[in-house]
């Protein structure tokens, strides 16, 4: 009884975690993630834009929202707008800013993020990145899934997207060995 309410426990604590983590503003913290494959050139590929080191992370508690991070680049052309993203095994994804203001940690949905020729945009703690509501029990830590970026003239790019457990591990408990 007392390894069932401890663990209940614990994984409480760590979803409040992962929320925080994800919409806070943490000065140099990068995702931890394992580079994946750019995205491919296809019939649906946007021009001159590449995706990489997608890792969406599962919430700790069931239910709670989970997060994904990535980075964009534009390499020319006129300015684009990244105006949606899709998570295959994701009711609904809504990309996030977190921001810093007088000291004031806030978190706020956007609608579309500007990108730049030769610029490159991070999705990541502490700035943009991307809540998921709703993920599949079929989203499983160690497998993959594919994300897509939506532009503002719908041309579309997808990539293969790592899915990680809580605090980036690729089993169910973030990497942590529990023995009970």
Request: a negative charge; hydrophobic letters at 40%; one cysteine or more.
């Amino acid at each position: 009884m007392r390894a069932n309410s401890f663990a209940k426990s614990l994984a409480a604590a760590t979803g409040i975690a992962l929320v925080l983590s994800g919409c806070s503003k943490q000065p140099g913290e990068a995702p931890e993630a394992t580079a994946s494959a750019p995205a491919a050139a296809g019939p649906e590929a946007a021009p001159g834009i590449t995706v990489s080191d997608a890792v969406v992370r599962l919430p700790a508690v069931s239910g709670n929202p989970g997060v994904a991070y990535f980075t964009i680049a534009q390499g020319s052309g006129a300015p684009r707008k990244i105006a949606a993203i899709h998570v295959e095994g994701v009711e609904r994804a809504e990309m996030h800013e977190s921001t810093m203001k007088g000291g004031v940690a806030s978190m706020g949905a956007v609608t579309e993020v500007a990108l730049e020729p030769g610029k490159a945009i991070q999705f990541a703690p502490g700035g943009y990145h991307v809540m998921l509501f709703g993920t599949a029990p079929t989203l499983k830590a160690g497998g993959t899934t594919e994300l897509t970026v939506t532009l503002d003239d719908g041309d579309k790019v997808s990539v293969s997207a790592k899915v990680e457990g809580v605090g980036g591990g690729s089993d169910d408990m973030g990497g942590h060995d529990m023995k009970m």
